[in-house]
């Protein structure tokens, strides 16, 4: 199985600061097909999962612009150009690649 | 628009059983595969059965292999989660998920959209 790694497992951040979480993999997330298949995940309290970030880089309808991701092969980061109070919660990378299982990282808890 | 309604959690015995069910809406259900992911209170996430589009073929995650049996009913536009032999690390909010569907080389990614959760306690 195909083990993510993230850090920090928590960040306290400072309104309109940019904020990073890395994660990595333990082994290539390239697929046969060309594409790779790293999603990131926004939980905010007391709700399901949202996907932010599909296939590295593509950012989910409705998401702000102010989140990005970025990586290849097996290191990955999320970042939050200008963090704002709704930004808070746990951010999950997960893999798609290598299924299955799909796995996740661990969470990241964004806190201001 | 896309809604995903879980049911059927609620406080089980250990060794029992319990079937999760999810009504899907807003999308043509039978073109794509679904998932169910768990989370106990607290901690992270973890995928535990893919259901193909037809329901003729499911992986599992291996420590629900042999107790939970994941289906569909097309007809229905409904999911479902058979869990038998419960124990206590089945704790957990159940959610129901998209898969993606691949049609003429385009696809639409997964796990874009998640069901609100039903919770699971198993306890004496």
């Known amino acids: 199985d195909v083990v993510m790694t993230q850090s920090p497992l928590s960040l306290s951040v400072t309104l309109g600061q940019p904020a990073s979480i890395s994660c990595r993999s333990s082994?290539?997330?390239?697929?046969?097909?060309?594409?790779?298949?790293l999603n990131w995940f926004q939980q905010r309290p007391g709700q399901s999962p949202r996907r932010l970030i599909y296939?590295?880089?593509n950012r989910d309808s409705g998401v702000p612009d102010r989140f990005s991701g970025s990586g290849s092969g097996t290191d990955f980061t999320l970042k939050i150009s200008r963090v704002e109070a709704e930004d808070v919660g746990v951010y999950y990378c997960?893999?798609?690649?290598?299924?299955?299982?799909?796995?996740f990282g661990q969470g990241t808890k964004v806190e201001i | 628009q896309v809604q995903l309604v879980e049911s059927g959690g609620g406080v089980v015995q250990p060794g029992g059983s319990l079937r999760l069910s999810c009504a899907a809406s807003g999308f043509t259900f039978s073109n794509y595969g679904m998932h169910w992911f768990r989370q106990a209170p607290g901690k992270g996430l973890e995928w535990v059965a893919f259901i193909w589009f037809d329901g003729h073929n499911t992986n599992y995650t291996d420590s629900v292999k042999g107790r939970f049996t994941g289906s569909r009913d097309n007809s229905k536009n409904a999911l479902y989660l058979q869990m038998n032999s419960l124990g206590a690390e089945d704790t957990a909010f159940y959610y129901c998920?998209?898969?993606?569907?691949?049609?003429?080389?385009?696809?639409?990614?997964?796990?874009?959209?998640w069901g609100q959760g039903t919770l699971v306690t198993v306890s004496p």
């Open positions: 998920v998209r898969g993606a569907y691949c049609s003429g080389g385009n696809c639409v990614p997964p796990f874009g959209y």
């Open positions: 082994q290539s997330l390239v697929h046969s097909d060309g594409n790779t298949y």
């Open positions: 997960m893999q798609g690649t290598h299924w299955p299982p799909w796995t």
């Open positions: 296939k590295v880089s």
